[in-house]
């Protein structure tokens, strides 16, 4: 195996693009090393892109962030600004693991290991949040949402990286929150999880809204009849029980050990009421 730590992020595309065996690419290492640990993949090439410059960096942009590929959960947690404009988003990079994971896992790890229960995909996919890709051909921006298409595998190209992920900027009065359901309280992973994010309107009905949905399917969901639910409420009966029910109604889930079909179908609409109260309630705070 070869590892190459390249000076620049057209070298890491040319060593990637080179390379006619199984390559790798680190960052925060915390699903790479786990699989080399454990004999499920024994790449050819390593190129270990976090010492490029920006890729550790969180940066403000268009009135929004953009995070590093290469920046930590941790990082994320300790940025005052991305916690108060997209605290949601945060609060879901904070689960990824322990603390000590935290410190070197990053949320474009989690997205391109392309887990359906990974944690912070559906908070970026409720928040509309797009990745920069550079590659062979050039640099190009993708929705989170379309970057999975199925458990560990990716829409990206033979030689491309993410470069870095972008939350946009917040309207007044929005609000975004994440949950899942484990069964420890900690480090575990989710057996269903819900992200929604959701603006109001000046008479604190919502105006827009943004349903996502984890280990309910072989990717993280995005439920359009969900948030068109949410779309003129202002929160409580029947809305939300007409909500819960179309979430669940989307779900698509496996069973398996962690959790029967049905148990996560459920719950997975119990935790979209839950969300949707604290998205709400920090919609109503928010500037």
């Not at 639910?229 to 909500?243: A, C, E, H, N, V």
């Not at 959790?259 to 928010?286: D, H, I, N, Q």
Request: hydrophobic letters at 45%; charged letters at 20%.
């Amino acid at each position: 195996m070869r590892y190459e730590t390249p000076a620049s992020l057209e070298d890491a595309v040319r060593l990637l693009s080179e390379e006619t065996g199984i390559a790798r690419i680190l960052a925060g290492g915390t699903d790479v090393l786990v699989q080399l640990n454990t004999g499920l993949v024994e790449p050819d090439l390593v190129v270990d892109i976090k010492r490029l410059p920006g890729m550790a960096d969180i940066t403000a942009e268009n009135g929004g962030y953009r995070i590093g590929a290469a920046v930590s959960c941790a990082q994320m947690n300790e940025h005052e600004g991305l916690c108060a404009m997209w605290p949601g988003v945060v609060e879901a990079a904070d689960l990824i693991g322990s603390t000590q994971i935290q410190s070197r896992a990053t949320i474009a790890g989690n997205l391109c290991n392309a887990s359906p229960a990974a944690d912070s995909v559906p908070a970026l996919v409720a928040a509309g949040a797009t990745a920069a890709i550079v590659g062979p051909g050039g640099r190009r921006e993708m929705d989170v949402a379309d970057i999975s298409i199925g458990p560990g595998k990716t829409a990206l190209e033979k030689a491309e990286i993410v470069e870095s992920i972008f939350l946009p900027a917040r309207q007044a009065r929005s609000g975004d929150a994440y949950q899942r359901f484990i069964p420890r309280t900690e480090m575990d992973i989710a057996v269903v999880s819900v992200g929604i994010n959701l603006t109001l309107d000046d008479n604190g009905a919502c105006s827009a809204a943004r349903v996502a949905v984890g280990a309910a399917a072989e990717t993280v969901l995005l439920i359009p009849g969900a948030a068109a639910i949410l779309i003129g409420s202002t929160f409580g009966s029947p809305p939300m029980d007409d909500l819960a029910q179309a979430v669940s109604d989307a779900c698509r889930p496996i069973d398996d050990k962690r959790g029967t079909e049905a148990f996560r179908t459920r719950v997975a609409g119990v935790l979209a009421r839950r969300v949707a109260s604290l998205a709400f309630e920090r919609a109503r705070s928010s500037q």
